[in-house]
């Protein structure tokens, strides 16, 4: 799947971070129904389609410290796909989920 998009670039036009240099990276899917989801990106397609492993979503709260779901093998619809970034799994394991708080994303109207 990863060849179909080769060119594709994620961003703006000077913006040269792409889906196939995210392939077998660990990425953060935000979503335009306003959820964030996270897993190794093991391929996409020409319509932005994701298929992640090992995926879960963070589920955020103003109560409660960020709860993790775990998603397993999850595909995204990529007429659904907000933002896509790397994550940087050092900083991210140093990160104490259960001291974050915050309201959820809404969803994007048009």
């Known amino acids: 799947m990863a060849g179909l998009a ?22 953060e899917v935000i979503t335009n129904d306003g959820r964030c989801l996270m897993g190794i990106l093991r391929g996409y397609d020409q319509a932005t389609n994701l298929i992640l492993a090992d995926a879960s979503e963070r589920v955020y ?10 998603l397993g093998l999850y595909m995204i ?6 933002v896509v970034g790397l994550i940087d799994e050092d900083k991210d394991a140093g990160q104490d989920m259960q001291t974050i708080r915050a309201a959820p994303l809404k969803p994007i109207t048009h």
Do not use: F
Request: charged share 25%.
């Open 61 to 70: 709260s103003t109560k409660a410290g960020v709860e993790q779901v775990p």
């Open 6 to 27: 080769a060119k594709m670039e994620i961003g703006g036009a000077g913006d040269n971070t792409r889906l196939d240099e995210m392939v077998d990276g660990v990425i």
């Open 77 to 82: 619809r990529g007429n659904n796909v907000a």
